[in-house]
């Protein structure tokens, strides 16, 4: 090789050399400008970090391997209700079948034979002390090992420590006992225990345990409610819709507690959870949420049920807004819009008059507190004739004041919708009165102080004490969307943000409400935006490959025509 060709490859050699450090050089200030410990992705992704609290939940939540069940209809001498009750029982044994239980692994104790009404079809034995405790300790101590959990779900009248039954009732001590010795036999320490009673949160002190989870429909001191239709209770019927729903079980007390409160029996019925196992349970806190006082975190983080894949559950979609109406009208039109429309089994109002509070039975002299409810409330049954989903009915009767309504769904697999309810307000002329009232508003999405990055749905909604004009929606004081609100709820509003776009860094998010009478008011949330905007990243990665393509290129062209 002569001299020439010796300095041309040396030469070539310094210069890749060159090129290839520029080129480490500039990957290495690209990077650098990104924050640490953050990823970045080349396709924007829809999420929040830290992820928010529910869909923490969500993503931890385990599934408990239940293998037994322990269905309790309890009764008295006169029978009062044992329809309701056994109703009660049999669609939870029926949504346990549907979320993936087999019959041989539920055991349902019911009234005896003589009671009037129709048997349940499923049931295995009486209800009654000794049957009681034969299903916990030799039933279920023959199915359930150190790795499974057993179900108990007990429904009856309730009083203060025992459950009613036919001759002798069930002291709470009786069962701590049993599921002492179900505990020392099996090795397991997984149970759940459901009470739809009044005065049920009396078992909770003696039932506590570790590794136990005990939810009742109320406390030691009030009653619990039947629900809309009397048909079952308040509280059972959204907490088992829920878990057939795939919620959690936590997710699932939140639920039932919310019907209790949207039916108006808040102010008379507490429902309880311990799962901290501190004989001392708690309700949800003034948001509706779970944990509260060191319950609920067991709870949220559990599943009864082992489905994957889910149905959406029924939905109410689109409901009348707030409505002033005449007086000498005597029949007033009532709607409701409804989802999954194949399935829906009975759609209808509930009328409550204003100050309206649910009556408190006393104690009988037979056994327990009968379940509470007040069956003079107007109940108005909506239908879909056309099969649009828009159920439609006639109420008549109502007399001057305001009416809370409630819209009630249901479905023929078990499924209960949400309740959604308005007002109505029957007056001398149908005119609302003077408005000095400002509406609510709240961004429901993204969560106040979360970190976000990419494409973020952006949600508020609002209600106001007669009508809401629109709502307004602002990201660091620009105006992004504005959207006047139908004749209707919800009062919702959605803006599609690329956080991206709007740099790294803190970010203000404002909600808007106006009224038709022009009062107003606002809600804000900060959250963090985090990373380099997207397209800066991408003409970074394209600079860098052009870079090392060129460099190829250039050098396969010069060795191929000695241009040093």
Avoid at 35 to 55: K, S, Y
Avoid at 193 to 218: L, Q
Avoid at 255 to 281: C, K, R, S
Avoid at 494 to 501: G, H, K, M
Wanted: hydrophobic share 35%.
């Amino acid at each position: 090789m002569n001299d020439d060709k010796i300095l041309k490859k040396e030469k070539e050699k310094k210069t890749m050399k060159k090129l290839h450090q520029g080129l480490i050089l500039l990957l290495v200030l690209a990077f650098s400008s990104l924050p640490m410990g953050v990823n970045v992705n080349i396709t924007n992704e829809i999420r929040a970090d830290p992820i928010l609290e529910n869909e923490r939940l969500e993503t931890k939540a385990t599934t408990i391997p239940f293998d037994a069940w322990i269905i309790i209809s309890g009764s008295r001498e006169d029978y009062d209700k044992d329809e309701i009750i056994v109703n009660g029982c049999n669609k939870t044994y029926e949504i346990l079948r549907k979320i993936g239980f087999d019959t041989d692994q539920i055991y349902f104790l019911g009234p005896p034979g003589a009671a009037p009404g129709p048997a349940s079809p499923y049931q295995n034995a009486t209800a009654t002390r000794a049957n009681i405790q034969w299903a916990i300790t030799n039933w279920a101590a023959g199915r359930v090992s150190s790795s499974e959990a057993l179900g108990i779900y007990l429904f009856d009248h309730g009083g203060i420590g025992y459950l009613c039954l036919i001759g002798d009732n069930l002291q709470d001590t009786d069962l701590n006992t049993y599921l002492n010795t179900f505990e020392t036999s099996t090795n397991c320490h997984r149970i759940l225990i459901v009470y739809e009673a009044c005065h049920s949160g009396s078992f909770i002190n003696p039932t506590s345990d570790d590794n136990r989870i005990v939810i009742t429909a109320t406390d030691i001191d009030h009653n619990s409610n039947v629900n809309g239709d009397w048909t079952w209770a308040a509280f059972s019927e959204a907490f088992w819709s829920s878990i057939k729903s795939c919620k959690t079980i936590g997710q699932a007390f939140e639920d039932g507690e919310a019907n209790v409160h949207a039916l108006g029996y808040g102010g008379g019925q507490f429902p309880l959870i311990d799962d901290d196992h501190d004989e001392t349970g708690h309700q949800v806190d003034a948001a509706g949420n779970l944990p509260n006082g060191g319950d609920g975190n067991d709870a949220l983080n559990s599943r009864v049920t082992s489905i994957i894949s889910c149905l959406a559950p029924i939905k109410i979609l689109y409901w009348p807004a707030i409505r002033f109406i005449p007086q000498w009208v005597t029949s007033i039109s009532i709607w409701v819009k409804i989802s999954n429309l194949s399935v829906v089994q009975k759609v209808y109002a509930r009328f409550i008059p204003a100050n309206w509070r649910p009556p408190i039975p006393q104690p009988d002299p037979l056994d327990g507190t009968p379940l509470a409810g007040d069956p003079n409330l107007k109940l108005c049954a909506l239908t879909d004739f056309d099969g649009d989903g828009n159920y439609t009915g006639v109420v008549s009767g109502l007399g001057l004041g305001n009416w809370k309504v409630n819209f009630i769904a249901k479905t023929s697999n078990g499924d209960f919708a949400e309740i959604e309810s308005t007002n109505i307000t029957l007056n001398s002329d149908g005119n609302p009165p003077s408005d000095t009232t400002d509406p609510t508003v709240m961004i429901t999405d993204p969560t106040g102080g979360t970190t976000v990055t990419g494409i973020i749905n952006v949600t508020a909604e609002g209600n106001d004490d007669q009508t809401l004009d629109r709502l307004e929606l602002f990201i660091d004081g620009v105006l992004v969307k504005n959207a006047s609100m139908p004749a209707y709820y919800p009062y919702k509003i959605s803006y599609t943000w690329n956080s991206t776009q709007s740099g790294s860094g803190a970010h203000t998010i404002t909600a808007k409400a106006i009224d038709k009478a022009g009062n107003s008011a606002t809600h804000s949330i900060d959250v963090n935006m985090q990373g380099i905007p997207s397209f800066e990243f991408s003409i970074v990665i394209i600079g860098c490959f052009f870079i090392v393509i060129t460099t190829y290129l250039l050098n396969r062209k010069r060795a191929r025509f000695n241009l040093f």
